[in-house]
């Protein structure tokens, strides 16, 4: 049980990968295909609109030079946009296009992560904002494109 306990507490978003393929396994077969096909596109969108971000953004405090001292320290050791709770937040929102009630159950796990990160100050409350933008923008997208073949 404390080897279950410890994973879900330092993985979990995977938690939240495991109850989304339950969710597909779970819904009637006329929409099991289409979550399944704007899950796909949007955590694909996802994960390229993060990296083309941390390639864009690799130093947060790259205009302070060593006579300036910054304000506020910055503490984050993760990319600029925090995976985790990109994937969570992602995966909230394409549960959320089709199943209105499990996607806010999807939500509130993916703030639960959030405040959890945010508390221990792995991350800003920026990344969990950009997180959250990107998540529902590229769901959207993903929706447009996938009802077009539905």
Same mark, same amino acid.
């Given at each position: 049980?404390? @080897?279950?306990?410890? %994973?879900? $507490?330092?993985?979990?978003?995977?938690?939240?990968?495991?109850? +989304?393929?339950? !969710?597909?396994? &779970?819904?009637?077969? $006329?929409?099991?295909?289409?979550?399944?096909?704007?899950?796909? +596109?949007?955590?694909?969108?996802? %994960?390229?609109?993060?990296?083309?971000?941390?390639?864009? +953004?690799?130093?947060? $405090?790259?205009?302070?030079?060593?006579?300036?001292?910054?304000?506020?320290?910055?503490?984050?050791?993760?990319?600029?946009? *925090?995976?985790?709770?990109?994937?969570?937040? $992602?995966?909230?929102?394409?549960?959320?296009? *089709?199943?209105?009630?499990?996607?806010?159950?999807? !939500? &509130? &796990?993916? @703030?639960?992560?959030?405040?959890?990160?945010?508390?221990?100050? *792995? #991350?800003?409350?920026?990344? /969990? #904002?950009?997180? !959250?933008?990107? !998540? /529902? &923008? #590229?769901?959207?997208?993903?929706?447009?494109? @996938? *009802?077009? +073949?539905?």
């Amino acid at each position: 049980m404390n @080897i279950l306990l410890t %994973f879900v $507490t330092s993985h979990p978003y995977l938690l939240s990968l495991v109850l +989304f393929i339950v !969710a597909i396994v &779970l819904s009637k077969p $006329t929409k099991r295909k289409k979550l399944l096909s704007i899950g796909i +596109f949007a955590l694909s969108f996802s %994960f390229i609109a993060i990296k083309l971000l941390d390639m864009s +953004f690799q130093n947060p $405090t790259q205009f302070v030079t060593s006579y300036l001292y910054p304000l506020f320290e910055y503490v984050v050791k993760t990319p600029f946009f *925090e995976n985790q709770i990109l994937i969570c937040l $992602t995966i909230a929102a394409v549960v959320f296009a *089709e199943y209105k009630r499990a996607g806010l159950l999807f !939500a &509130l &796990l993916s @703030i639960l992560l959030a405040y959890n990160k945010l508390m221990t100050q *792995e #991350v800003l409350l920026l990344d /969990i #904002v950009g997180g !959250a933008i990107i !998540a /529902i &923008l #590229v769901t959207l997208l993903a929706n447009k494109i @996938i *009802e077009k +073949f539905y």
